[in-house]
């Protein structure tokens, strides 16, 4: 009897350290619930770390993610709280703790819109009866106030984001923006386009303008602290030059009069020849060839590049989603489209900008008109504006996240 009793006692904690085990590596479940009127389907995924969800009504499929750590736990949605108004079908899940993880989502012919950007008085009266929910529009709203620095130059410092270091082109240099703002001077006269400058994470590296016709060395600065060092070429390098893109660790550089590419390295201050004229290439999620007609013509790396989906000036391919961006007007619509679902699309904020996109993680840093902002989780908001960008299109923004 006491054989099979401490017989027993060891199956049950082999048994218990096998399931310790399997929770710390175990990366990933997919489950399935009901909440009232919803079925739920639940997808964790460890690496990143998120939940993806399927709302299934009898009328329609809603679908989402959310980045909050619930350590594994399964049936995380407590409650969803569910009313149609005017054609909107508006979804507010609620989390286990009563969190609220994200805005009011409204389904309206397979575009997602969040509730606290429309402008429905309808919408708005729900919105109020959610307040005993804890949800509050106030939090999805932009209420940060202006901050004059100079005649053309503003901030929104309470929307500036921890460890998210800002800095924005100058004539001469750079702005920097983070818990302290620099002026970093490069050139002692104006500059006025830069078309050999780039942002590569927490560097800015820029032609030395002071040359006329060719040049030698490349400035370069740490946006986080401002300091400077130098990075020289033993080719002269024609202004006739332009950027092609950033891949890794490198940033590639064609010489349209030299008909040569060059692979600058910030992290080993050196410049060396990439490619002749005989075997140019491109980068579009590979490596590409590329004729010297469209070196010519400026061809750009797309390392965001995707042909998953059509008919949209652009689409970027960037972790769990699409970015999509449809042209309207002067501006551009930008739409997110989960990758677990291609037929449904969320509108997040209109751009006046391709070139100004900056994918961090879950925020995505963008210019409109004459300021610069960030999306995230809970809507838009205005971090820096300059009146100059109506004038000058070529002055660009950088950010890093540490």
């Not at 964790?44 to 998120?50: D, G, L, M, R, S």
């Not at 082109?169 to 050999?196: A, C, M, R, W």
């Not at 390098?237 to 590639?252: C, K, P, Q, T, V």
């Not at 100004?356 to 999306?375: G, V």
Request: a positive charge; aromatic letters at 18%; hydrophobic letters at 30%.
């Amino acid at each position: 009897m006491k054989y099979l009793f401490k017989t027993l006692i060891i199956f049950i904690a082999i048994f218990l350290i096998l399931k310790l085990i399997l929770f710390f590596f175990d990366n990933s479940h997919t489950i399935n619930y009901n909440i009232g009127n919803f079925k739920v389907k639940e997808v964790f995924n460890a690496k990143p770390n998120n939940y993806y969800f399927k709302l299934t009504h009898e009328n329609f499929d809603i679908n989402f993610r959310i980045n909050e750590n619930y350590n594994k736990k399964e049936k995380i949605i407590a409650k969803i709280e569910y009313k149609k108004i005017d054609g909107y079908n508006c979804v507010l899940p609620i989390f286990k703790g009563n969190k609220i993880l994200t805005d009011v989502m409204c389904l309206k012919d397979n575009t997602v819109k969040y509730a606290s950007n429309l402008n429905n008085k309808n919408i708005d009266n729900y919105l109020k009866t959610l307040e005993k929910s804890g949800y509050k529009k106030e939090n999805y709203q932009d209420k940060a106030k202006e901050k004059k620095l100079s005649n053309t130059l503003s901030t929104y410092e309470e929307n500036f984001l921890e460890n998210n270091y800002i800095a924005m082109e100058t004539y001469k240099g750079l702005n920097l923006f983070s818990k302290e703002n620099k002026t970093i001077k490069i050139f002692d006269n104006d500059v006025y386009t830069k078309p050999i400058s780039y942002f590569k994470d927490k560097y800015y590296i820029v032609a030395d303008y002071t040359e006329n016709y060719t040049f030698k060395y490349f400035y370069v600065i740490n946006i986080i602290n401002g300091n400077e060092t130098k990075i020289r070429s033993y080719d002269e390098i024609s202004f006739d030059s332009y950027i092609m893109g950033a891949l890794d660790e490198n940033i590639y550089l064609f010489d349209k009069d030299a008909s040569v590419e060059y692979k600058i390295s910030i992290e080993n201050e050196n410049v060396e020849k990439f490619k002749d004229k005989n075997n140019l290439q491109t980068y579009n999620g590979k490596w590409e060839n590329i004729t010297l007609n469209e070196a010519l013509n400026e061809v750009k790396f797309k390392n965001y590049y995707t042909k998953d989906i059509k008919g949209y000036e652009k689409v970027d391919k960037v972790g769990n989603y699409y970015y999509a961006y449809e042209k309207e007007g002067n501006y551009y619509n930008v739409y997110q489209i989960d990758i677990k679902n291609k037929n449904q699309r969320t509108y997040l904020f209109q751009t006046t900008s391709l070139e100004s996109i900056i994918y961090l993680d879950d925020i995505i840093y963008y210019q409109n008109k004459n300021t610069f902002n960030y999306y995230n989780n809970f809507g838009t908001r205005k971090v820096i504006k300059n009146t100059e960008l109506e004038f000058n299109k070529d002055l660009s923004f950088g950010v890093y996240k540490r």
